[in-house]
């Protein structure tokens, strides 16, 4: 099957599924997950993870963070840093415990091992977050203020966690490389993305729009998407955290209202639909029979360890009941953060490919679950609002 056929499945398939998704009241990423599914090795095999799909989808959630980032409010991300960092070690700390108990004792995995696995649910993916929030109308909340700033500090605390524990205990090659190393660069990149998002990104645009060719705006936007991310790479964190900074220093520009006029159809007409589809590929049922009790008590413990997790920690902030609870369902989806993290796992022989496999499953079912909990309790709570507004009124 060529890549035209492919990118023409895909977008099909996924445009319908959209579209079932949202007449049965889920979220419209729901659907096109499960075309992945469908599609994929695990039923139809219609589509395999090809190298053309991987790429695509690469630059599908880098221009989907990169959106993320150009719609959000720079000032309301630094006013509940305080309650995002409290989130994000809360939101590490539930499951990474529970799942390092649950693995050493009850099923007598080495301790290393364990720990490992219990790394791999901290991670949090908020590309998936992300598109829930969009379509709920709920991005430049608190709530999604303390989403996003979490996940940004939960991938800084887990690169910093990972970096240790492979120092530590890992024997392949990752393990090579002393975590003094390891961490220079992260704190680099942080360093470089403030230089860059204060002084450079503003000159750049206005530069960029004098010259004589045709959409110059758009084109200077894409540059320091794709720019970000790559720097971001080359120091050792993920590109969507690139791209999401590169974003969000656009959106403290007079560029933004245009620039999110220009850049939205880019991503969702191509390449964001590659990368929900792209997520369901990678699951396949074979093999998986005798461990369905444990990969049904990891996918307990991942949901659970950051809907707690995360919505105490916006407790202790004086977030209501329910605004509390979102956050905490904000962050239980995983994606590419925690693929990554299982692939360093794996490579430093801390985790075996039956391991590996079982958190790809619980990766892709948290994925997969997570918008359906976080959109039934925004729609829950905008039902309670609507009540109290009516008896007010009354």
Not at 117 to 123: E, K, M, N, V
Not at 173 to 198: D, E, G, H, R
Not at 208 to 217: K, Q
Not at 224 to 243: K, P, Q, T
């Amino acid at each position: 099957m060529t890549y035209l056929v492919q990118l023409v499945i895909i977008l099909t398939l996924t445009k319908i599924g959209a579209h079932l998704s949202n007449t049965f009241n889920f979220p419209s990423v729901i659907g096109e997950l499960l075309v992945g599914i469908l599609a994929g090795p695990a039923v139809l095999h219609l589509l395999t993870p090809t190298t053309f799909i991987h790429y695509f989808a690469e630059i599908g959630v880098i221009v989907l963070m990169f959106i993320a980032g150009l719609e959000g409010d720079f000032g309301m991300l630094m006013r509940y840093w305080k309650p995002a960092l409290t989130v994000a070690t809360l939101g590490v700390i539930f499951p990474t415990l529970s799942a390092l108990l649950l693995c050493a004792v009850g099923f007598g995995f080495s301790w290393t091992t364990s720990l490992f696995i219990g790394l791999i649910l901290s991670a949090t993916s908020v590309s998936i977050t992300v598109q829930v929030l969009k379509e709920m109308d709920r991005m430049n909340t608190p709530a999604g203020a303390i989403i996003l700033g979490a996940a940004v500090a939960d991938d800084i605390m887990c690169v910093i966690l990972l970096g240790l524990c492979v120092a530590f205990f890992g024997t392949g090659n990752t393990a090579s490389q002393p975590f003094l190393l390891t961490l220079l660069p992260k704190i680099l990149f942080f360093v470089l993305m403030v230089v860059l998002a204060k002084w450079v990104v503003p000159k750049f645009l206005d530069v960029f729009c004098r010259l004589t060719a045709s959409e110059n705006e758009t084109t200077a936007a894409m540059i320091l998407c794709f720019g970000f991310a790559a720097i971001a790479v080359a120091c050792g964190m993920s590109d969507v955290l690139g791209a999401y900074i590169a974003g969000l220093a656009i959106s403290e520009t007079p560029h933004k209202a245009a620039l999110a006029l220009k850049v939205e159809p880019i991503g969702y007409a191509i390449f964001i639909p590659v990368f929900f589809v792209s997520i369901g590929l990678n699951i396949s049922f074979v093999g998986m029979g005798k461990d369905l009790f444990f990969i049904g008590l990891l996918i307990l413990i991942a949901i659970l360890g950051k809907q707690f997790g995360g919505a105490l920690g916006a407790r202790l902030f004086g977030l209501s009941h329910s605004e509390s609870h979102i956050v905490g369902a904000g962050m239980i989806s995983r994606g590419e953060m925690a693929l990554v993290v299982s692939n360093v796992a794996l490579g430093a022989h801390l985790i075996d490919q039956n391991h590996y496999t079982a958190m790809i499953v619980v990766t892709v079912v948290t994925t997969l679950i997570a918008p359906v909990i976080l959109k039934a309790l925004i729609q829950h709570q905008t039902a309670a609002q609507r009540s109290t507004q009516i008896n007010e009124v009354k």
